[in-house]
Nanobody, 122 residues
């Protein structure tokens, strides 16, 4: 069983910073791309940032220059450093990953964490 668990959400004032972390655990053969998504109330889910297994990154235009995604392949973790936070960044943030589980078939699957709330006050 593979699980993703996020941590690090909370309440912060506009202009402040938060760091989200996500740890993958279980029977993992390999992890390909890892992602951070968010969903604000009344909005659709938005892809915030992506990092490949090789470390290439991509960001939504709304967070470029403010957020940084990173990963530790040895620890199976992905992080999102969020600086210069704005009230519009308020959302539930989810990590996701494309993981090959350590099973007989070893089929690549997409796994999701449970989400962590980030609230930015003005």
């Amino acid at each position: 069983q593979v699980q993703l668990v996020e941590s690090g959400g909370g309440l912060v004032q506009a202009g402040g910073s938060l760091r989200l972390s996500c740890a993958a655990s279980g029977s993992i053969f390999s992890i390909q791309a890892m992602y951070w998504y968010r969903r604000a109330p009344g909005n659709q889910r938005e892809l915030v940032a992506t990092i490949t297994s090789g470390g290439n990154t991509n960001y939504a235009d709304s967070v470029k220059g403010r957020f940084t995604i990173s990963r530790d392949n040895a620890k199976n973790t992905v992080s999102l450093q969020m600086n210069s936070l704005r009230p519009e960044d308020t959302a539930v943030y989810y990590c996701a990953a494309d993981i090959v589980p350590f099973t007989a078939t070893r089929v690549l699957r997409n796994y999701w964490g449970q989400g962590t709330q980030v609230t930015v006050s003005s």
